[in-house]
Every structure is written in structure tokens, then in C-alpha cells.
């Protein structure tokens, strides 16, 4: 499907690039949705395409001056109506260095920026624990003071990324308050082993730091001060999980249509059985709106990463729930050939029910944008 509104020069280009890049993934893309540890070919070509540059800052190797929201949900959008592992790995080079970008010391920036902006090291976002998934208060892992620097104990769950990545931004409680860290994937006392598999193969692991030496220096940004990270993360991501589910609508509903075209029943097209033009029409109705959605929270989001944060989560739920119906329809319409093992509209069945519950899920986000709503509108906005 052609891209239906106006895009600039600069997203054009971006938008031409990724197209060329999952092209190239596209031969071995099933195989590498299957792995749950980083397919090197995929690496490989999503290094060499450069695109990585799109996840920091052009002072430190960056396309734009900042990371663009936009430009993330569009270079999303492509990869995932391809290769979840590409969109996945492409994702994480800005989920987990984000903080970096934006409170990150100029060292920290040096030593980390370029080198993730090139592709060369990956990087990974560490918040959830065991114990705590949409309540990151009730984490445990905690940063205590040493003669040394700081000492850090915990366990980490479900970290994409975990066991290929070179640092994991980590969040800890610091005395009363919760601070983030600068990790190297190489320090002593931290540990990686495989999570669980998921119905949607991923870059999956569990991290244990067991007394993990760290320098004051390791701290992004303030003491006290991760919440505020994490969420201008999440503000400016959560939009591309909104990207990566418009190119998984896009994916399925080709998939679709195709089927639905040349498959005949009663002596016609299915597309040509109201019931099933409906499905399909109701789809793209599904798969527009989103679209429109995504592409103006990602450009409110790149004036105001900060303030943005609901409009971020009211874009990634309205697409990922879209995600789910479109996926859905799009298997009914194919009959039995929508569900054979391996074929690409299974994978996209499964691939679309993870987005639901990770970046925030669906039931956790409605609670923030129905109070953002409420002051909104007391606010008489
Ligand atoms: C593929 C994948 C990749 C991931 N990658 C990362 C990563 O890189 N880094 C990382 O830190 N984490 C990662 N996660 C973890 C993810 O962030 C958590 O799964 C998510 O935050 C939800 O937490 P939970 O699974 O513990 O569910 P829980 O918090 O136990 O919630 C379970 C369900 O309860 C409901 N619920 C919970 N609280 C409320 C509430 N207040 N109101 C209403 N309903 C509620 C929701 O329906 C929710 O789905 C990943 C997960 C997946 C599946």
C-alpha cells in the first residue's frame, strides 16, 4: 500500500531506505521471527543500511538533531510488515538509549552514542522485575552506597535484548527514590539467562546483578529522577509500537486481499461476498485511522516529548487493539489457509497480541489517557 498523505523530503528518504533494507531481510525473515537470540544476517543488514542513526542525536552520529518520532514510526511501520526481529532490533537502539540521549553526561554520551547510532553495540532498556511489570514502584532492585561507588542487587525480567546487548539502562530504587543506571553488559555480578518462550519468538532474557560494582558515574541523569526518563522513553515509543502495528494491519490485510481475490467460493471472489468485503473494508477503516493517529502523536510528540506521554499511549492502544481485530478478520477471511503453521498470516497473529501488553498495557494505559481526558476537559481544553 502507498503511503496516503503527505509525508516531507527528509521522511520520503527514510521511508525509501527501510523499504530497501527489508527487501533485503525479506528472504530471511521468517527465520529470523522464529529466533529468540539476535539473528546475525538481520543485524548485519540493519547495521549496514546505516538506519541505526536514526535512534540518536546528530552530534553525536544522528540523521536529525534529535531522535524523530516520526521518522522511528515510519522506519517501524516498514520493518514489522517484514520482519518482527528487524522492527525489534531496530526498536531497541533508541528504547535503550534514550535516557542517554536526553540526560546523559557528555562522557556517557560519547562513550555510548556514536556506537549505538552505527549499529555497533545494542542497547536495552531494563525495568521490569518478577515481582513488578505495570507497577514499576514495586520494584526491588535497589542501588545501595559503598566506599566504592554504589552496589547494585536485584533481578530483571523479559529484557529485550538481554545477552546480545553491550549496556542495559536499568532502573533502581535509591534510597526513598528510584534512579537509572548506566550498566555495561560486561561488569562483574551480572548475569543473563534465557526467559521463557513467548507465542511471538523475541530477544528475551532475565538479568541478576549480584553485588554489581558501580561508579556514581554510571547514574543518568539526577538522583531521584528515573520516572521522569522513563516516561519521556515511553512517550516517544510507545507512538512507534503505534508504527510497527499500522505495517503489521498493512501486512495481514495484503495478505488478505490477495487471498480473497483470487480464491472463488459460490462461483465468485470472496472479495465479492458482502460479508467478507465488510471484514476487509472494516480493516482498512481500522488501519487508516490509526495510521492518522500515529503519524500526528509522532509529530506533537517531537515538539513535546515531555507533555506527551498520554497521546503517546491513546496512539499505541489505538493501533495495537487494531492490530488484534484486523489480524483477526484477515485469518477468518482466509478460511483454512489462515491457519497453516509458518505462513505469514499466523505469524502475524501471533505477533500482534504481545503489543497489547508490552510498552504498557492496554487496561494500564486506558487508566491514563481517561484521567488526562478528565482534566482536559475540566480544564475546559
Ligand atoms: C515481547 C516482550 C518484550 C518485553 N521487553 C521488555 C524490555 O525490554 N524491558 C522491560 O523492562 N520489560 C519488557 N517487557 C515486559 C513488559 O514491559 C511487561 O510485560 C508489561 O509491563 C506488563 O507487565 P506484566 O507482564 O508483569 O503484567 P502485570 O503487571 O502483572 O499485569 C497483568 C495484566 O493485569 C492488568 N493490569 C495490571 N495493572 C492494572 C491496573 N492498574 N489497572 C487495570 N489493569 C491492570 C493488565 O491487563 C495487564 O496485562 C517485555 C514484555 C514482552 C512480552
Request: net charge negative; charged share 25%.
Amino acid at each position: 500500500m502507498s503511503l496516503p498523505i503527505e509525508i516531507s523530503a527528509n521522511h520520503k528518504e527514510v521511508v525509501e531506505e527501510c523499504r530497501l533494507l527489508a527487501k533485503e531481510v525479506e528472504p530471511f525473515a521468517m527465520e529470523a521471527d522464529d529466533s529468540s537470540v539476535m539473528h546475525e544476517p538481520t543485524l548485519t543488514a540493519l547495521r549496514e543500511s546505516g538506519l541505526t542513526n536514526l535512534m540518536v542525536p546528530s552530534a553525536y552520529g544522528g540523521r536529525f538533531d534529535e531522535v524523530d518520532p516520526l521518522a522511528v514510526c515510519l522506519a517501524r511501520e516498514v520493518f514489522m510488515k517484514t520482519s518482527s526481529h528487524l522492527d525489534s532490533a531496530f526498536a531497541l537502539q533508541g528504547i535503550g538509549s534514550y535516557a542517554i540521549s536526553r540526560v546523559g553526561t557528555e562522557s556517557q554520551k560519547e562513550e555510548w552514542l556514536p556506537a549505538v547510532g552505527r549499529g555497533d553495540v545494542l542497547a536495552a532498556l531494563a525495568l521490569t522485575e518478577p515481582v513488578a511489570g505495570s507497577d514499576l514502584k514495586g520494584i526491588e532492585t535497589r542501588a545501595e552506597p559503598t566506599n566504592d561507588g554504589l552496589v547494585l542487587n536485584g533481578a530483571k525480567s523479559f529484557i529485550s535484548n538481554a545477552g546480545a546487548a553491550s549496556f542495559y539502562t536499568t532502573l533502581a530504587k535509591e534510597g526513598d527514590g528510584y534512579s537509572l543506571f548506566l550498566v555495561p553488559a560486561d561488569v562483574e555480578g551480572l548475569t543473563v539467562s534465557p526467559s521463557p518462550e513467548i507465542i511471538a519468538p523475541h530477544v528475551l532474557g532475565e538479568l541478576t546483578f549480584d553485588g554489581v560494582v558501580l561508579p556514581e558515574s554510571s547514574r543518568l541523569g539526577d538522583p531521584g529522577t528515573a520516572f521522569r526518563h522513563v516516561l519521556a522513553t515511553l512517550s516517544v515509543f510507545r507512538i512507534s509500537v503505534a508504527g510497527a502495528a499500522v505495517g503489521l494491519m498493512e501486512g495481514a490485510l495484503e495478505e488478505a486481499v490477495r487471498h480473497c481475490r483470487s480464491r472463488e467460493q459460490f462461483g465468485r471472489p470472496l472479495v465479492k461476498h458482502g460479508p467478507v468485503a465488510t471484514l476487509l473494508a472494516d480493516s482498512w477503516s481500522d488501519l487508516e485511522s490509526a495510521r492518522l493517529l500515529t503519524y500526528q502523536t509522532a509529530a506533537m510528540a517531537a515538539e513535546d516529548p515531555e507533555g506527551n506521554l498520554d497521546r503517546s499511549s491513546l496512539a499505541k492502544l489505538t493501533a495495537t487493539e487494531a492490530a488484534t481485530r484486523v489480524v483477526d478478520r484477515c485469518v477468518q477471511t482466509m478460511g483454512r489457509w489462515g491457519l497453516i503453521r509458518g505462513s505469514k498470516i499466523e505469524k502475524y497473529y501471533r505477533q500482534a497480541r504481545p503489543m497489547r501488553v508490552y510498552e504498557g498495557a492496554s487496561e494500564v494505559l486506558r487508566l491514563g489517557i481517561a484521567s488526562r481526558l478528565v482534566k482536559e476537559v475540566s480544564d475546559g481544553a
